[in-house]
């Protein structure tokens, strides 16, 4: 990459941490790359920082992205995807300059400009870290901050150029882990990322698992697993291990048909032959009698006809 002399005395900081992620973009491609690597000679013979340069570095950037991953995709070599990285930012020009920055350390990034998109692929995507400006087009980062926190622990770091000490203690309540104000040193930034994404995989196995449902209670029906015991309006039904069985696994498929080949395979442990329907529809008539259904309309375990049975 040459430039002239008069040009590093002109250009704004900006462009300089561009031009300087560029460099170590293409210097990495060059190391890692199998065969022959791409090169890039510019020639800049202008005195002023403008807005055709600043282009003209975004578009060496995207060259140098794609050029990554084909690398990485084609070859199976070039860089170290470790981590999926969210940037959510409405301005473009800092959200290219992140994305250079860790592309560079071989993050895959997952790049958008409004809270709406995002939301869209932290639910589709498993992310290991986000980065959240706070003003956004649609909604601000902090509501973006508490929507993901609702389901998901990995870090998240504030992006913003507020300096107030209220918004970075709100921020850091509603679940952010770290806040930056701008402007900033990009390589600060990606310290940052580094140091969040160690502290997340070494104190964390992962997402937080859903409890598990030890007990249902369906219009006065209730039932726990961690006791065996099911009452029924206040009265304790006698039921044997089959029969609780059975009546646990519809109330938790509760509003879907269960067919009777689940039920006896989800049951029983074993294959579902044809004459194995019996055994499901005797063991069903008795848990109805215990439960003092009326044969032809009962209240709970209903039967949808040549389907299966359910418990709406």
């Known amino acids: 990459l040459h430039l002239p002399l008069s040009f590093f005395g002109s250009y704004t900081q900006e462009t300089r941490l561009m031009l300087d992620a560029y460099a170590g973009f293409l210097d990495r491609l060059?190391?890692?790359?199998?065969?022959?690597?791409?090169?890039?000679?510019?020639?800049?013979?202008?005195?002023?920082?403008?807005?055709?340069?600043?282009?003209?570095?975004?578009?060496?950037?995207?060259?140098?992205?794609?050029?990554?991953?084909?690398?990485?995709?084609?070859?199976?070599?070039?860089?170290?995807?470790?981590?999926?990285?969210?940037?959510?930012?409405?301005?473009?020009?800092?959200?290219?300059?992140?994305?250079?920055?860790?592309?560079?350390?071989?993050?895959?990034?997952?790049?958008?400009?409004?809270?709406?998109?995002?939301?869209?692929?932290?639910?589709?995507?498993?992310?290991?870290?986000?980065i959240l400006d706070v003003m956004l087009p649609d909604m601000d980062g902090f509501t973006l901050c508490q929507r993901i926190r609702e389901d998901h622990l990995f870090p998240i770091i504030m992006l913003t150029a507020r300096v107030e000490d209220m918004d970075k203690i709100m921020g850091l309540t509603l679940g952010a882990d770290d806040y930056i104000t701008k402007p900033f040193n990009p390589l600060e930034l990606v310290a940052r990322v580094k140091t969040q994404l160690r502290r997340y995989t070494r104190y964390n196995t992962g997402e937080a698992q859903p409890q598990e449902i030890t007990e249902y209670d369906i219009r006065g029906l209730q039932i726990s697993k961690s006791t065996h015991k099911c009452v029924l309006l206040g009265e304790e039904l006698a039921l044997t291990p089959l029969e609780f069985s059975i009546l646990w696994y519809l109330c938790a498929h509760q509003g879907r048909v269960v067919p009777a080949e689940e039920l006896f395979e989800a049951i029983w442990g074993e294959k579902f032959f044809e004459s194995n329907n019996n055994t499901v529809m005797a063991h069903i008539a008795r848990l109805r009698e215990k439960m003092h259904e009326p044969p032809r309309k009962p209240k709970y375990i209903k039967t949808v006809w040549g389907v299966g049975y359910t418990i709406e």
């Open 30 to 130: 060059r190391r890692r790359a199998i065969g022959p690597s791409p090169f890039v000679v510019l020639f800049l013979e202008i005195e002023t920082d403008s807005v055709s340069c600043r282009l003209l570095v975004r578009a060496l950037f995207l060259f140098s992205l794609q050029y990554g991953k084909m690398q990485t995709d084609f070859l199976g070599k070039g860089f170290t995807m470790s981590a999926d990285i969210l940037i959510v930012d409405d301005e473009a020009a800092i959200a290219d300059l992140v994305e250079v920055y860790l592309k560079n350390e071989g993050y895959i990034i997952h790049k958008f400009y409004n809270g709406t998109d995002a939301l869209d692929c932290v639910r589709r995507q498993h992310l290991n870290l986000a």
